[in-house]
């Protein structure tokens, strides 16, 4: 596509369920990139891509958290058990291996824990 | 990764330039600065990046001094729908890729 797209926009949930986040990258673009922005915040690095393998994972704040990337398409971040405190805004961006970071960023994923 | 910081809010007026400083005393060798912006309810946008001297691009230039412990985005005649988030990245691609900080940003507010 276009662009970096993010399903959904929005998502409200209960405490204790699980969610799962989309992200569809730029076509051709192996990188791959989750951040976490809770609001009035920068952006907090989760998980790194490169194809489907996910070489850098420390940023991910717990074992409730966890990724899958299939091939150099779709990834998906899971949240187990969500918790009030998950509640921020997930986006998703994308880069050629060989631009340094020359991200493309999706519009994010809202999630709200209620 | 070379920690970045950055003023938290600027206030200009349209037609003015602005410039957004940003510091990174650790700034290693093969770590280049990139600039983000970004409006609310979107993700982050790409600027500009740089490695040293000026870069300069239809947006906005970057200055960067010899020691590259700072830089400095600089936005000309800025209009009132330049009013966002500024980032400042600096990093290397190879040694951290996607492990980026992108700190807490500049709030720039462009007023008529």
């Known amino acids: 596509g276009a662009g970096v797209s993010q399903s959904p926009s929005n998502k409200v949930t209960e405490k204790g369920k699980d969610v799962e986040l989309r992200c569809d990258p730029i076509s051709g673009h192996t990188a791959l990139y989750w951040y976490r922005q809770r609001l009035g915040q920068g952006l907090e690095f989760l998980i790194y891509?490169?194809?489907?393998?996910?070489?850098?994972k420390s940023g991910l704040p717990s074992d409730r958290f966890s990724a899958e990337r299939t091939g150099e398409s779709v990834s998906t971040l899971t949240i187990q058990r969500t918790q009030q405190e998950d509640s921020a805004v997930y986006l998703c961006?994308?880069?050629?291996?060989?631009?340094?970071?020359?991200?493309?960023f999706g519009s994010g994923t809202r999630l709200t824990v209620v | 990764l070379a920690k970045t910081t950055q003023p938290i809010s600027m206030d200009s007026y349209e037609g003015q330039e602005v410039n957004i400083t940003c510091s990174h005393n650790?700034?290693?060798?093969?770590?280049?600065i990139t600039w983000y912006q970004q409006f609310p309810s979107q993700g982050p946008r790409f600027i500009i990046q740089?490695?040293?001297t000026k870069v300069t691009n239809e947006v906005a230039s970057l200055f960067i001094p010899a020691d590259r412990k700072s830089s400095t985005l600089s936005l000309p005649r800025v209009s009132l729908s330049d009013t966002a988030v500024y980032y400042c990245l600096v990093g290397d691609k190879n040694t951290n890729a996607g492990k980026s900080t992108f700190g807490d940003g500049t709030t720039l507010t462009v007023k008529p």
């Open positions: 650790n700034i290693a060798t093969n770590d280049y």
């Open positions: 740089g490695y040293k």
């Open positions: 891509f490169q194809g489907n393998s996910a070489p850098d």
């Open positions: 961006a994308s880069s050629l291996e060989s631009q340094n970071y020359g991200y493309t």
